[in-house]
């Protein structure tokens, strides 16, 4: 997904979901209606910052490739170029997953 044809505004993050788990951790397939919406994607794209009162751009604390957890129900679900990715602002992200 390096080509992504997308620029996010302010402090907007673009992130592709990882695949829901297709087993239960005893085995069980889920079936497409079982399975939870992710909550755990990778940053694909990374707008300027938002602008603080003296007019500067805040530092975003995130970079491209990152693994992050956001909230259920975060953002907004979009489709681009065939490809299924999430628009969360910065502060709609939870943690980042450190390897």
């Known amino acids: 997904m390096k080509n992504l044809k997308i620029r996010p505004l302010d402090d907007r993050i673009v992130v592709t979901p990882v695949e829901a788990e297709e087993k239960t951790a005893g085995g069980i397939v889920l079936p497409d209606s ?9 940053v ?9 009162e003296n007019g500067q ?6 970079a491209i490739g990152d693994e992050v957890i956001y909230g259920k129900y975060s953002g907004s679900d979009i ?4 490809h299924e990715v999430k628009i969360l602002r910065e502060g709609d992200i939870l943690a980042k997953v450190m390897n």
Not at 36 to 42: L, S, T
Not at 57 to 62: C, D, P, T, V, W
């Open 57 to 62: 751009r805040a530092e975003m604390m995130l």
């Open 34 to 42: 079982a399975k939870e919406k992710p909550q755990r994607g990778h």
């Open 44 to 52: 694909t794209a990374l707008g300027p910052g938002r602008m603080l």
């Open 79 to 82: 489709e681009i170029d065939g």
